[in-house]
């Protein structure tokens, strides 16, 4: 089983950053995907940034929300993955939650609160 170890959320004011990482126990295969999702209170849980890994290969994905605001970045060698997060909107506020899925198998982190308010 693998398991998700999230860190990095808090409080930040409208313009600020953020950084949060995800580190995962384990891989399961060389094909996998690793990232992030989010969901507000009242709200469908939504796509923020995965990473799609498919052997020496990767594709981002984002959000239409956080295009062009958030990064997704991988260390292989640690498997983690880094959501940085720049020009926070109130409408970010969340409880962003790490990922890890195949076809086959599908692992959610606990969860980590972004808050962005003044």
């Known amino acids: 089983q693998v398991q998700l170890v999230e860190s990095g959320g808090g409080l930040v004011q409208p313009g600020g950053s953020l950084r949060l990482s995800c580190t995962a126990s384990?891989?399961?295969?060389?094909?996998?995907?690793m990232g992030w999702f989010r969901q507000a209170p009242g709200k469908e849980r939504e796509l923020v940034a995965t990473v799609s890994v498919i052997k020496n290969a990767e594709r981002a994905d984002y959000g239409d929300s956080v295009k062009g605001r958030f990064t997704i970045s991988r260390d292989n060698g640690r498997i983690t993955v880094y959501l940085q997060m720049n020009r926070l909107k109130p409408e970010d506020t969340a409880v962003y939650y790490c990922?890890?899925?195949?076809?086959?198998?599908?692992?959610w982190g606990k969860g980590t609160l972004v808050t962005v308010s003044s």
């Open positions: 384990m891989t399961i295969g060389s094909i996998y995907n």
């Open positions: 990922r890890y899925y195949t076809g086959f198998v599908d692992y």
